[in-house]
């Protein structure tokens, strides 16, 4: 199972969560494979040129989606040459401070930002990454002048986060929640529409900036001529396993809520999410290097 993000970020985490339990459920191990690099691009890449067999698969996350209208020239199609088999958990975004930063709430943070345009760093996991598209989302329905910082993922940016290098992220809670819990860094709000149950207490940007919603996702997916039995087999045990409290509760202590669906349901996802963040990339005129 290929990760195209470095371990320790939030895609590895849920990656190495569900390698394990699929490895139980079918009975033969399930490697994590993490190809950093263009942002996942190698990884997909790699799996669209791999055997059509179901022994090489994608770890898929929103970044895919965005690639395809971040990237001019990619040397594959994601919907035409990638099978989706299921989706697995989606992921909410908060919005986390160095504890030292001034705004204590989502107002005093616009106020902050528009009292001092350009002088707030975001932190980024690289462009066209989640944490980028949530703080140009966040731009464009506030009007506020923020700087992007781009690290190779969330992984690297939160040290910098914690020590004050940069002031705030828009970052995966999975991959922020226990610094939250330890204080290193300070949420002042989740990215979903609705309060989060590992969060009780954060409010939701929406509650602010209405209309705002943004949320990651996770789920596998192998090279097109898969053979239908084989995607429909991986289809049924990651299901299975989502409905698996265990397998709930581990999720959840890192934030994510499981997504069990069909991989048309999964294909559904990938399409839409694929629309709406391409609207984001082409109004802020978003450009890889």
Do not use: C
Not at 99 to 109: D, G, I, N, R, S
Not at 187 to 207: N, S
Not at 242 to 268: E, I
């Amino acid at each position: 199972m290929l990760v195209g993000y470095a371990a320790g970020g939030p895609a590895d985490i849920v990656a190495r969560l569900t390698a394990q339990w699929l490895s139980d459920r079918l009975g033969q191990q399930v490697v994590v494979d993490n190809r950093v690099g263009a942002a996942s691009n190698i990884a997909a890449e790699a799996v669209v040129r791999s055997p059509p067999d179901g022994y090489t698969l994608l770890y898929v996350t929103i970044s895919n989606a965005v690639n395809a209208t971040l990237y001019d020239k990619l040397s594959f199609d994601l919907m035409r040459d990638l099978v989706p088999i299921a989706s697995i958990t989606r992921s909410p975004g908060v919005l986390a401070v160095n504890p030292a930063f001034p705004a204590q709430t989502v107002p005093e943070f616009i106020a902050y930002a528009k009292a001092n345009p350009g002088k707030i760093n975001m932190a980024s996991a690289g462009p066209g990454s989640a944490p980028h598209l949530y703080t140009e989302l966040f731009k464009m329905m506030t009007g506020v002048d923020l700087v992007q910082v781009h690290y190779r993922g969330s992984g690297p940016a939160l040290p910098d986060l914690i020590s004050g290098q940069v002031d705030a992220m828009f970052d995966p809670i999975a991959s922020s929640i226990s610094h939250i819990r330890a204080g290193t860094v300070r949420p002042l709000a989740v990215t979903t529409a609705t309060r989060l149950e590992v969060l009780p207490d954060v409010p939701t940007v929406g509650d602010f900036v209405p209309g705002y919603e943004a949320s990651g996702w996770y789920g596998i997916a192998a090279p097109k001529n898969t053979p239908a039995e084989i995607v429909a087999r991986l289809n049924s045990e990651v299901n299975a396993a989502l409905a698996d409290p265990r397998v709930k509760a581990s999720f959840a202590d890192v934030g994510a809520a499981v997504l069990p669906g069909s991989p048309a349901d999964f294909g559904k996802l990938l399409a839409d999410d694929t629309e709406k963040w391409g609207k984001v990339i082409r109004a802020a005129n978003i450009k890889v290097e």
